[in-house]
């Protein structure tokens, strides 16, 4: 059996996922289907996410540059500084959030599945790859035709100037970063 070694780094931007768990109450929940609307999180748990990333970024003291939420996962570009891991991160996030939810909910049990994915942006041009593909997986997923049209992204903080979206925008504001101009300067 293969072992997956956790990140314990620190001092990066990282691109996470985290994905819902495929069971619950004995349940099974499948993924959406491309231009499903088929919904395991709702708009109150999204609300009890965001609560959740703002208490632990309260408590931590971690930038958070860009997120979305979708119905069976959610991504983020995290900047953990020393000694802050991008494993304590996570775990806070989904402790805190699994606790709202299922309060919320009146329900028990694991929300989140076990692991995360993480990958370490190493230059200007991986974390706008990255940035652009957290701001457009609404539409990849068939659940809007165009990216600020969803609610519950970053990508709103991303188009200065033009005209707010027509619905509340979450209160998760982003950390602005100044990255350097050239796309191939390194990360750290």
């Known amino acids: 059996m293969s072992r997956?070694?956790?990140s314990f780094q620190s001092d990066r931007f990282f691109f996470?996922?985290?994905?819902?768990?495929?069971?619950?109450q004995g349940t099974r929940v499948a993924r959406a289907?491309?231009?499903?609307?088929?919904?395991?999180?709702?708009?109150?748990?999204?609300?009890?996410?965001?609560?959740?990333?703002?208490?632990?970024?309260?408590?931590l003291g971690f930038l958070l540059t860009a997120w979305v939420f979708l119905p069976d996962h959610w991504h983020a570009i995290i900047f953990p500084a020393h000694p802050l891991t991008i494993?304590?991160?996570?775990?806070?996030?989904k402790a805190h959030a699994t606790y709202e939810i299922n309060v919320r909910?009146?329900?028990?049990?694991?929300?989140?599945?076990?692991?995360?994915?993480?990958?370490?942006?190493r230059t200007v041009e991986d974390y706008h790859d990255w940035l652009t593909y957290i701001h457009f997986n609404p539409v990849k997923s068939g659940l809007v035709t165009k990216p600020d049209d969803w609610k519950w992204s970053s990508v709103h903080e991303y188009e200065p100037g033009r005209n707010p979206p027509a619905f509340d925008a979450p209160a998760l504001r982003v950390d602005r970063v100044q990255l350097p101009a050239d796309l191939k300067a390194r990360l750290y």
């Open 4 to 6: 997956l070694r956790r």
């Open 16 to 24: 996470v996922t985290c994905n819902v768990f495929g069971e619950r």
């Open 33 to 59: 289907p491309r231009g499903g609307t088929a919904a395991f999180l709702t708009e109150d748990d999204f609300s009890s996410l965001t609560a959740a990333i703002r208490t632990a970024r309260e408590s």
């Open 87 to 93: 494993s304590k991160v996570m775990k806070v996030i």
């Open 105 to 121: 909910r009146g329900t028990s049990g694991q929300l989140w599945q076990d692991r995360f994915y993480e990958h370490v942006l």
